[in-house]
């Protein structure tokens, strides 16, 4: 019964996502490039090669270890149709994760479950339209309501990501968050590891940390 | 207006950059086809996908609010077309404004100097678009094989994806928040003031169930408002 369960979900889901995923980066890698096109035709913007590439190699040596870091760290939690979507829109830490998390909390959802990933991919797709929005209308109006604000709220802007986090580490605390907490501290602060070093170490640390417990428990319970 | 800001703001540019929006919005659009299509599988009633998809989009407009000003300021030197693909396709505005500093160094003028011309504006662009395209390929390809390797490590054991789940995402907010907390000030207060509101929210919404879904923004206004009082400028 489970695995004729987890055959429909694959053929239904995963499989269709796949393709889905595979198709849309590709075709958006190439969208991304389309006003470079237009630059070098309608205007001659043609750098030279060697420039074209000292810029993207200079760029790369600061970000490339996160290309593989970031999709693999933040995997477990954002399953296979949120890594696309993420990595597509971008914004991962401060709004994909938060609303996957506020979904799955409010519907209570079991960690862990198909259902619990569906809630998830869905909270990720609205919250990227929620993006388009955002991106959209400060592009149009942005400078506009930046100018009629008091700087009293444009003050309490400052504060939007802390925000973010305090909230959502608030509500996953209770499990692992003093180990975590306690771990990317002393990384951070006593240590000279580089960003892409800590963010792995932290998250697989962490899940280790969460199996052990979880195994010491179990077989605990076993004895009894 | 610069010269290259004047080629970069003009109306054929946002045309341009429209065909990278659109992809965005249609892999949403066929992945939560998808997700809803699946959702009886699972017994997850009609409601209950469309709250989750509501409670994404709603809880994204708090943490929205931190891509607003950075826009309107990155907008400034690069353009409106290119501020908005940059900000709709991966990339934050740091990463973004490194890399066309680089590509104008690459070809040896600052940016944003008088120097820095149209040649020089789409070597900007390449850097982001280049540096961008990292992690579209690398998920491209390699999304399908991490699954296949978190299923081995879990080994079908739903307890153990549980698990796996909930200690990547706290040690990913542990991580997001220690930056903040380090920086002392309205950042650390916020974060505390947010995080402890966000324990009170929780509690009342036993009592009133719709609460649940603003809590984010209810919760991350508290600790701005605050802050802005505590730390003005």
Request: glycine share 10%; aromatic share 10%; charged share 15%.
């Amino acid at each position: 019964m489970e695995k004729n369960i987890d055959q429909t979900y694959n053929q239904k889901f995963t499989i269709p996502v796949i393709r889905i995923g595979r198709i849309s980066m590709f075709i958006a890698t190439l969208a991304c490039f389309v006003p470079s096109i237009y630059l070098a035709i309608r205007y001659g913007a043609r750098p030279p090669i060697g420039a074209i590439l000292a810029g993207w190699g200079l760029t790369a040596a600061v970000y490339a270890p996160f290309y593989f870091i970031e999709p693999i760290s933040y995997f477990p939690v954002l399953g296979i149709a949120g890594t696309y979507m993420s990595f597509l829109a971008g914004e991962i830490g401060n709004m994909r994760l938060p609303c996957a998390a506020v979904a799955q909390s409010v519907l209570k959802v079991e960690e862990g479950t198909k259902k619990s990933e569906l809630v998830g991919t869905l909270a990720i797709a609205g919250s990227v339209v929620t993006s388009v929005i955002a991106g959209t209308l400060s592009v149009f109006v942005g400078s506009f309501i930046l100018n009629v604000l008091p700087a009293s709220v444009l003050r309490a802007f400052d504060f939007v990501l802390p925000a973010v986090f305090g909230s959502m580490f608030a509500i996953k605390a209770p499990k692992f968050g003093v180990y975590a907490l306690a771990l990317v501290l002393i990384l951070k602060i006593f240590t000279p590891l580089p960003v892409f070093a800590i963010l792995p170490l932290t998250v697989f640390s962490t899940i280790a940390f969460g199996i052990f417990e979880h195994k010491k428990k179990n077989s605990k319970g076993a004895e009894k | 207006m610069k010269e290259y800001l004047q080629v970069a703001n003009q109306p054929m540019m946002w045309l341009m950059v429209l065909p990278a929006i659109i992809v965005v919005l249609a892999q949403v659009f066929f992945i939560a086809k998808r997700a809803f299509a699946t959702a009886e599988e699972v017994e997850m009633t009609k409601e209950e996908s469309r709250k989750a998809f509501r409670i994404g989009f709603v809880s994204g407009i708090g943490p929205a609010l931190s891509v607003f000003i950075v826009m309107v300021a990155m907008i400034a030197v690069l353009g409106g077309p290119i501020t908005w693909l940059r900000t709709v396709i991966i990339g934050a505005a740091s990463t973004e404004l490194t890399a066309a500093t680089f590509g104008a160094e690459a070809m040896g003028v600052e940016f944003g100097s008088p120097e820095y011309g149209i040649t020089e504006y789409a070597n900007s662009i390449l850097a982001m678009v280049l540096n961008g395209s990292g992690w579209l390929i690398i998920c491209g390809l390699f999304t399908d094989k991490l699954g296949v390797i978190q299923d081995k490590i879990a080994g079908g054991n739903t307890a153990l994806y549980g698990i796996i789940g909930s200690a990547a995402i706290t040690a990913a907010f542990s991580f997001l928040l220690s930056d903040h907390l380090r920086a002392g000030g309205g950042s650390a207060l916020t974060a505390v003031i947010s995080g402890l509101t966000m324990v009170v929210i929780m509690r009342i919404c036993k009592k009133y169930p719709k609460l649940e879904e603003l809590s984010l923004g209810i919760a991350m206004v508290i600790g701005m408002a605050v802050s802005a009082i505590v730390f003005p400028q």
